[in-house]
């Protein structure tokens, strides 16, 4: 795809964030299933949530999602890796909060397109 910019904003933009962002916010509540997590627990100060095994089990989820782009994309720098984690964690509180998975798609989306063009913009 590097030569066709179309293609490569369209796939690692657009269809690689959609994927990704489903296939965490289904492994986050299958995981909260499996392990009797209720994911519905309320929140703390209205920031945190208040049961401690929904916030290993985001950190848990989020740490996966960094080591899934430490070895597949080979991401090593430790800026973009605790980016990752903290937008990972985000996005799965976003997925608790609303219980849908469309702001967070959308989310993901608009964070790949925004290092993704400029990236095709310069050739990289």
Do not use: C, W
Not at 66 to 89: D, E, M, Q, R, S
């Amino acid at each position: 795809f590097a030569k066709n910019a179309f293609l490569t904003i369209l796939t690692f933009g657009i269809v690689i964030a959609s994927i990704e962002t489903r296939f965490l916010g289904n492994i986050y509540e299958a995981l909260a299933k499996v392990f009797n997590i209720n994911l519905d627990s309320g929140n703390v100060f209205g920031i945190f949530p208040r049961d401690g095994k929904v916030i290993a089990l985001t950190i848990i989820i989020s740490a996966l999602f960094v080591a899934y782009h430490f070895n597949a994309k080979g991401v090593t720098a430790n800026i973009p890796l605790l980016i990752t984690f903290i937008f990972a964690f985000a996005s799965l509180e976003m997925i608790r909060r609303t219980k849908e998975l469309e702001s967070p798609t959308l989310l993901h989306v608009f964070n790949n397109l925004l290092f993704i063009i400029p990236n095709v913009q310069r050739g990289g």
